[in-house]
Nanobody
């Protein structure tokens, strides 16, 4: 079992920045992929960015150049630095974890990000 706890969400003005964190605990396998998804009201959940334990990253086109995903493997913590935020970035952001070679995705409870003036 893996537990994921997100933090760092909040209200920010357009053009502002936020940094999300996700602390993982439990049985963490060395080879894994972690990521951030988001879900806006009335919309499907979508992948924002992912990063492997080796550091390979993947981003949604809508956030490329504005968001940066990173991780601290020693602390089992995932980050998402979000810059130049837009109102359309408003959503609940979820942290995910999947060990390589498995089909089980673990999810955090989410953190609300609201971009509004």
């Amino acid at each position: 079992q893996v537990q994921l706890v997100e933090s760092g969400g909040g209200l920010v003005q357009p053009g502002g920045s936020l940094r999300l964190s996700c602390a993982a605990s439990g049985t963490i396998f060395r080879l894994n992929t972690m990521g951030w998804y988001r879900q806006a009201p009335g919309k499907q959940r979508e992948l924002v960015a992912s990063i492997s334990s080796g550091g390979s990253t993947n981003y949604a086109d809508s956030v490329k150049g504005r968001f940066t995903i990173s991780r601290d493997n020693a602390k089992n913590t995932l980050y998402l630095q979000m810059n130049i935020l837009k109102p359309e970035d408003t959503a609940v952001y979820f942290c995910t974890y999947r060990a390589w070679g498995t089909s089980t995705d673990y999810w955090g409870q989410g953190t609300q990000v609201t971009v509004s003036s």
